[in-house]
């Protein structure tokens, strides 16, 4: 959706290394979220933010952080990277925290993220 | 805690066969939520369902909500390769989201 935009879409990454990953919403939604797509695990919500300055954790939040200073931008920091954050990074955005909405989440095109 | 799961894990179909797949959840359900994720895509809302016994359309896709409001389905009338992709179920209780892990979908034309 040209509404919510992901950089990079992919991302090769050392180790130890700090990446930063993009998320930026133009539908003025209040919540936004982060997830990691990985087989077999479906989606995982990392962290979400009900409104700027407010930021909350999921059920992955480990070696993660977040900022929302702007409503419209969301990013991801894994601050020192390991092989087991490899993965498909998806960014979304919604009216409504707990799904109370009739358009749902939209996502982002997603981050591939791997770390060496 | 609540567990939303989500069968089956795989279907293959030929073109022009039906397919179906089921969410069911151990706790009532405030709403449901269908997506679809074509592969290397990202996922795409479907639709919504709030009420007990509900039933939407969506020209092949039919969407039910269960009586008790504790499972869901979602069911293609005679697939095209177009509907290729993972079809995942997103339940909510008014607290909470949790989501399903999908239904691969593949056909064979």
């Known amino acids: 959706d040209a509404g919510i935009t992901q950089s990079p879409r992919y991302k090769i990454t050392e180790t130890g290394r700090q990446v930063t990953l993009m998320c930026h919403q133009t539908?003025?939604?209040?919540?936004m979220f982060w997830y990691r797509q990985d087989l077999g695990h479906g989606l995982r919500l990392i962290y979400y933010?009900?409104?700027?300055?407010?930021?909350d954790k999921g059920e992955v939040p480990d070696g993660y952080v977040v900022s929302r200073s702007k409503t419209e931008n969301f990013p991801l920091t894994l601050e020192s990277a390991t092989r087991s954050q490899t993965s498909v990074y998806f960014c979304a955005s919604s009216e409504s925290g707990t799904g109370w909405s009739s358009y749902g989440y939209t996502f982002g095109s997603g981050t591939r993220l791997t770390v060496v | 805690g609540q567990q939303v799961m989500q069968i089956p894990q795989y279907q293959h179909v030929q073109e022009g066969e039906d397919f179906t797949t089921y969410c069911n959840s151990s706790?009532?359900?405030?709403?449901i939520q269908w997506y679809k994720q074509r592969p290397g895509g990202h996922p795409v809302f479907l639709i919504q369902l709030v009420k007990s016994g509900e039933v939407k359309k969506q020209k092949r896709l039919t969407f039910q909500f269960g009586e008790a409001k504790k499972n869901s389905s979602l069911h293609i009338t005679a697939t095209q390769t177009t509907d290729v992709g993972t079809y995942f179920c997103n339940a909510g209780n008014n607290r909470k989201l949790i989501w399903g892990l999908g239904t691969s979908l593949a056909v064979n034309p």
């Open positions: 706790t009532t359900l405030s709403n």
């Open positions: 539908w003025s939604h209040s919540y």
């Open positions: 933010s009900a409104a700027a300055d407010i930021t």
